[in-house]
């Protein structure tokens, strides 16, 4: 069974840090890019950023870039989301995914085959 759990949202001051955690398994994680997405109330869900095991690299949408950094465990088929110097308008509900083959589209990674449940993050002004 393939799960992708993400935890490590909460709510923070403005300026602050979290760091998100998204644990794979049911699937082979080094053949997969595995993407963060958010969704705040009443916007289409974002794109934040991306990492490709097997391509080697990584995708940061504009709002995210300078400010967080992927990251990934492969030993415990974890990928990492390090958000620093967050503002109020990152406040959303963030969700990871995994693709095998993946684009990159106006809003971000394209063509994910799963998907896991969302952590809040809030940030106060």
């Known amino acids: 069974e393939v799960q992708l759990q993400a935890s490590g949202g909460g709510l923070v001051q403005a300026g602050g840090s979290l760091r998100l955690s998204c644990a794979a398994s049911?699937?082979?994680?080094?053949?997969?890019?595995i993407a963060w997405f958010r969704q705040a109330p009443g916007k289409e869900r974002e794109g934040v950023s991306c990492i490709s095991h097997k391509e080697g690299n990584t995708y940061y949408a504009d709002s995210a870039k300078g400010r967080f950094t992927i990251s990934s465990d492969n030993a415990k088929n974890t990928v990492y989301l390090q958000m620093n110097s967050l503002k109020p308008e990152d406040t959303a509900v963030y969700y990871c995914a995994a693709g095998l083959d993946i684009s990159y589209g106006s809003s971000g990674p394209e063509g994910m085959d799963y998907w896991g449940k969302g952590t809040q993050v809030t940030v106060s002004s």
């Open positions: 049911g699937f082979t994680f080094d053949d997969y890019a």
